[in-house]
């Protein structure tokens, strides 16, 4: 046997590791991402770098187990674990709640059982969760964030799986952009990118392929940007194209890629939807001579969107909608015909924060569900022929009040980030002078007021999932009465 302290030599001398995985000569750790499922056996003999050589041998083996089957399991932020049985109808999983998910805001790896997610504050870390046979959940791996969680956007993987990518602060000196890491769950930083003006208000997605990537930015002005991005095969991003968003839009309600990978939508908390033409060097051009606004019902009735996601034929949008001040909303169904959006389906019920399609299958998560006299909980549709039909058992009493979803997906799901913007409308607002400096609380006389109080005194507003909003101003507080009210 070899000697105490002596460095040691190892090699495979019989036999195969599984495919993906590597035995490094010097430490003899086995690493890597397995590629196959089976049984895989194999001899290792490890040497001494002694005069007098000594070596040992053993045989051993490695079993690589499929995954749980996708499509058939839905997390939320507050633990809860659903189980999708086969006519779309959602039951508790026997594990949930699930204690190993602390966080909220998902993404869902597209190629290994696999959950990222943002640990909740004070934690502010980045963390794996491995999806298990039965689809319980056990922390992988964590990796801490360089800003409070609430500053980035949620973990996007691209559709193969390869990489993950993290929108927000990129280092102690909080620049913003995006920080890369392997899809393999280690969260080792493989790389980032600096990207002005990217903020917890910004969206991510990639085109079905991977090549391309969008993502939004809003500058202190409001003036937004959608910026494309090349994605080579190391996962790195190099800039494409800008597209400045015209008025004050920032695409902050929704960012979703079809899946044929010919269009690209954008939508607003204010109910303003555009699509855009996707070229293969990422530039984008309007479909849509203006942007098309969902509403509450055929007379025109002002609703805000919240999030949206393509059906599967890449000829329907679906929109979770709702308002802040009698709760009423739902999911609404644009037809688009590549040429114009026609709303074929109205809203009805309580408000919805988040969308989620697997197949035909549609999940929707109600903002309010603790005020809402009606059902409450996750609503589930068959969407078929241009139509939402109520899945079995629908709405599921399940989730809290902002909760975010996920669905274990073969594909990458968008996710909903509760934080927007409001059609401004003038009139007075009240100001909280107990907050801090460059924050203050305001709280307008209708739900169409947030954007305009904000953005007429050079102001983001953000969090508004309630009649209130926390509007932040880059420089000193502008000259509105502390404690009263003003015209604006």
Known sequence: MPRAGSPYSWTITQGTLPNGLTLNATSGMISGTPTDIGKSSFTVQVSDHETSVATAVASLSIAINPPPPRNAALYLSDQTGLQIQSDGSLTLLPSSPESASTGYMFGSSSKLPLLFLLGNPPTNLLESLLINQDYSLTLYSSAPLHASSFDYVPPAIEPTGSNLYLPGPIDSNLTPGVTIYPGNGSLQSVGSIAIPNVSAHSRLVFTPDGTLAFISTCDPSHVGSILSYSRSSDGMLTPATVYVIPGNFCAESGLATSPDGKYLATGEV???????????????????????????????????????????????????????????????????????????????????????????????????????????????????????????????????????????????????????????????????????????????????????????????????????????????????????????
Request: hydrophobic content about 35%; proline content about 8%.
């Open 270 to 488: 204010t109910g303003e939807v555009q699509v855009y033409r996707v070229a293969s060097d990422g530039s984008l051009t309007p479909v849509l001579l203006q942007s098309f606004t969902v509403t509450l019902d055929p007379q025109g009735d002002f609703v805000s969107l919240h999030d949206m996601t393509w059906d599967q034929s890449s000829s329907f949008l679906l929109a979770a909608t709702g308002l802040t001040d009698n709760f009423q909303g739902g999911v609404a169904a644009l037809s688009f015909s590549g040429r114009a959006l026609t709303e074929t389906v109205y809203p009805t019920g309580p408000a919805q924060g988040s969308i989620r399609r697997t197949g035909s299958f549609v999940y929707s998560t109600p903002l309010f569900p603790h005020v809402f006299s009606g059902p409450a909980g996750i609503f589930g549709f068959n969407f078929q022929n241009g139509q939402l039909i109520a899945l079995p058992g629908s709405p599921y009493p399940y989730g809290k009040p902002f909760s975010d979803v996920v669905v274990y997906l073969t594909a990458r799901e968008l996710r909903l980030d509760f934080r927007g913007a409001w059609q401004p409308r003038t009139r007075s607002v009240l100001v909280d002078p107990l907050l801090q400096s460059g924050r203050r609380t305001v709280q307008s006389a209708s739900r169409r007021e947030h954007l305009g109080c904000c953005v007429a005194t050079g102001g983001r507003c953000g969090w508004n999932w309630s009649p209130i909003c926390v509007c932040t101003w880059p420089k000193r507080f502008p000259t509105v009465p502390r404690g009263g009210a003003s015209m604006i």
